[in-house]
């Protein structure tokens, strides 16, 4: 009887654990299919003309219309719009990442009193409302002579990136055994050596996370990049020319369609490329707290 009782319980807990492997995979499936979904859509568009688009919205291109890409590049300026985004983008991601690595490494291994609360305070600035800043930000962008130009933007955006992209350093530092650095100070290297040649190598999957975070936040942000390309066309970026794309008689949804496919693919390339260590460097995180 309870050898019977035992095979019960396993066999019972054998379909427990077989229903719950099949609704966890529908679940994915369902979950990856409502993600892909609009993005196989908005390809498809982006090969179609207006009359296609209308009669045909479901169906694949009767004709691939790779022209509406040139369109997009060319007559709809999303190739100067691009260029600016570039820009902008990467220098605030490049100075972003370097200066919070700095000073992730000088709050965890410097001895600097009072470190937590720094950091604490530092994570307070992320619940500043923008809203609450865009004004006076703008008056102050005017007095220093940036308005107009690319200035304008990647100043607030490195900025804004800083305290959170200091938090994940500083976790990533805390992990780094201390007796590396007294070793490489002990064999004559100094601060700047160590960090560089000793300590960044070691948090490779803490600067690909901090790129992907800054990357995305700063490459589709719209309310402030509005504000600031208001004095001028010249510097707008990708989601402000996204939102005047026009065509001779309206919307023109291939080419536009095609505008937003030219926004979407470098945040894929950008994940792709660095997925592996971003993947590891959240992995990491959450195991260290």
Do not use: H
């Given at each position: 009887m309870n050898i019977e009782k035992k095979q019960g319980k396993t066999v019972t807990a054998y379909s427990h654990s077989r229903s719950a492997k099949i609704v966890s995979r529908v679940l994915t499936v369902l979950t990856a299919v409502t993600v892909v979904y609009p993005l196989i859509f908005i390809?498809?568009?982006s090969f179609k003309n207006n009359q296609e688009f209308y009669s045909n919205i479901w169906g694949l291109p009767q004709i691939w219309r790779w022209s509406n890409y040139s369109y997009a590049w060319i007559s709809g300026k999303i190739g100067t719009y691009s260029?600016?985004?570039?820009?902008?983008t990467l220098s605030a991601v490049l100075g972003s990442v370097l200066i919070a690595a700095l000073g992730g490494y000088a709050l965890s291994k410097m001895?600097?009193?009072?470190?937590?609360?720094?950091?604490?305070?530092?994570?307070?600035f992320n619940f500043i409302p923008g809203v609450a800043i865009y004004i006076p930000l703008y008056t102050q962008m005017n007095s220093m002579k940036l308005s107009?130009?690319?200035?304008?933007?990647?100043?607030?955006y490195l900025a804004w990136q800083i305290p959170f992209s200091i938090y994940i350093f500083k976790k990533f530092f805390d992990s780094v055994p201390s007796e590396l650095i007294e070793a490489?100070?002990?064999?004559g290297c100094g601060e700047i050596g160590i960090f560089f040649k000793v300590i960044l190598p070691?948090?490779?999957p803490a600067i690909a996370t901090v790129m992907v975070f800054n990357f995305i936040n700063i490459w589709g942000e719209y309310m402030w990049a509005s504000i600031a390309t208001s004095s001028s066309a010249a510097i707008q970026t990708l989601?402000?020319?996204?939102?005047?794309?026009?065509?001779?008689?309206?919307?023109?949804?291939?080419?536009f369609?095609?505008?937003?496919?030219?926004?979407?693919?470098?945040?894929?390339?950008v994940f792709i490329y660095l997925q592996k260590y971003f993947i590891q460097g959240l992995t990491s995180g959450a195991v260290k707290g």
């Open positions: 390809a498809l568009v260029i600016n985004s570039i820009v902008i001895c600097i009193p009072k470190a937590e609360l720094i950091l604490s305070i530092l994570m307070m107009g130009t690319l200035w304008m933007m990647i100043l607030p490489a100070r002990a064999d070691l948090v490779r989601p402000v020319g996204l939102l005047y794309f026009r065509g001779q008689y309206g919307i023109e949804w291939g080419p369609a095609a505008a937003i496919m030219i926004i979407i693919i470098p945040l894929m390339l």
